[in-house]
Protein backbone atom coordinates (compact mmCIF):
# COMPACT_ATOMS: atom_id res chain seq x y z
CA UNK A 1 0.00 0.00 0.00
CA UNK A 2 2.43 2.30 0.60
CA UNK A 3 4.37 1.83 -2.74
CA UNK A 4 1.06 3.06 -4.00
CA UNK A 5 1.06 6.17 -1.85
CA UNK A 6 4.50 7.27 -2.97
CA UNK A 7 3.63 6.42 -6.97
CA UNK A 8 0.42 8.19 -6.60
CA UNK A 9 2.32 11.24 -4.58
CA UNK A 10 5.21 11.29 -7.34
CA UNK A 11 2.72 11.58 -9.97
CA UNK A 12 0.41 14.64 -8.31
CA UNK A 13 3.92 16.66 -7.90
CA UNK A 14 5.19 15.86 -11.58
CA UNK A 15 3.93 19.00 -13.48
CA UNK A 16 1.64 17.64 -16.26
CA UNK A 17 2.73 17.90 -19.84
CA UNK A 18 -1.00 17.11 -21.54
CA UNK A 19 -4.01 19.08 -21.16
CA UNK A 20 -5.72 16.13 -20.48
CA UNK A 21 -3.76 15.35 -17.48
CA UNK A 22 -3.88 19.01 -16.72
CA UNK A 23 -7.50 18.35 -15.73
CA UNK A 24 -7.08 14.99 -14.25
CA UNK A 25 -4.97 16.92 -11.79
CA UNK A 26 -7.73 19.58 -11.21
CA UNK A 27 -9.69 17.02 -10.96
CA UNK A 28 -8.03 15.11 -8.12
CA UNK A 29 -7.22 18.73 -6.02
CA UNK A 30 -10.89 20.56 -6.55
CA UNK A 31 -13.28 20.38 -4.07
CA UNK A 32 -16.97 19.49 -5.02
CA UNK A 33 -17.66 23.92 -4.41
CA UNK A 34 -14.90 24.44 -6.56
CA UNK A 35 -15.97 21.42 -9.64
CA UNK A 36 -19.75 22.79 -9.42
CA UNK A 37 -18.73 26.49 -10.15
CA UNK A 38 -16.57 25.55 -12.89
CA UNK A 39 -19.34 22.92 -14.12
CA UNK A 40 -22.38 25.61 -13.95
CA UNK A 41 -20.67 28.00 -15.27
CA UNK A 42 -21.80 29.03 -19.26
CA UNK A 43 -19.25 28.85 -22.05
CA UNK A 44 -19.20 32.79 -22.45
CA UNK A 45 -18.99 33.21 -18.25
CA UNK A 46 -15.39 30.61 -18.14
CA UNK A 47 -13.54 34.26 -18.88
CA UNK A 48 -14.40 34.89 -15.49
CA UNK A 49 -11.62 32.32 -13.57
CA UNK A 50 -8.92 34.00 -15.27
CA UNK A 51 -7.69 35.60 -11.83
CA UNK A 52 -8.25 32.98 -9.70
CA UNK A 53 -8.10 29.46 -11.34
CA UNK A 54 -6.56 30.82 -14.06
CA UNK A 55 -3.31 32.52 -12.25
CA UNK A 56 -3.35 29.25 -9.86
CA UNK A 57 -2.76 26.91 -13.21
CA UNK A 58 -0.44 29.89 -14.86
CA UNK A 59 2.05 29.31 -11.35
CA UNK A 60 1.30 25.63 -9.89
CA UNK A 61 1.93 24.13 -13.52
CA UNK A 62 4.64 26.19 -15.05
CA UNK A 63 2.66 27.74 -18.26
CA UNK A 64 5.85 30.59 -17.83
CA UNK A 65 8.82 28.17 -17.73
CA UNK A 66 10.32 28.28 -21.31
CA UNK A 67 10.26 25.01 -23.17
CA UNK A 68 7.03 24.06 -21.05
CA UNK A 69 5.70 20.96 -22.23
CA UNK A 70 2.34 21.76 -21.13
CA UNK A 71 2.34 25.26 -22.90
CA UNK A 72 3.15 23.82 -25.84
CA UNK A 73 0.25 21.18 -25.64
CA UNK A 74 -2.34 24.08 -25.56
CA UNK A 75 -0.95 25.59 -28.94
CA UNK A 76 2.22 26.77 -30.18
CA UNK A 77 3.20 30.04 -29.13
CA UNK A 78 0.48 30.32 -27.22
CA UNK A 79 0.64 33.16 -23.97
CA UNK A 80 0.83 31.34 -20.73
CA UNK A 81 -3.19 33.23 -19.80
CA UNK A 82 -4.56 31.81 -23.13
CA UNK A 83 -2.43 28.15 -22.22
CA UNK A 84 -4.93 28.49 -18.65
CA UNK A 85 -7.95 29.12 -20.33
CA UNK A 86 -7.58 26.10 -22.91
CA UNK A 87 -6.94 24.12 -19.45
CA UNK A 88 -9.96 25.80 -18.18
CA UNK A 89 -12.30 25.56 -21.40
CA UNK A 90 -10.94 21.35 -21.26
CA UNK A 91 -11.97 21.04 -17.58
CA UNK A 92 -15.16 22.65 -18.27
CA UNK A 93 -16.31 20.28 -21.42
CA UNK A 94 -15.15 17.14 -18.77
CA UNK A 95 -17.16 18.30 -16.22
CA UNK A 96 -19.96 19.12 -18.29
CA UNK A 97 -19.68 14.74 -19.98
CA UNK A 98 -20.16 14.29 -16.38
CA UNK A 99 -17.02 13.47 -14.61
CA UNK A 100 -15.34 15.07 -11.66
CA UNK A 101 -19.04 16.21 -10.63
Keep these: MTEIWSALSSEILRTPRTV ?28 EFHFCLGVAIRNAFGLHNPGSELAAACGTGIHPDDASGVIIRALWERLQDGEGK
Excluded: S, Y
Design 20 to 47: DEAVGRLLLIMNDTERRAVACADEDELV
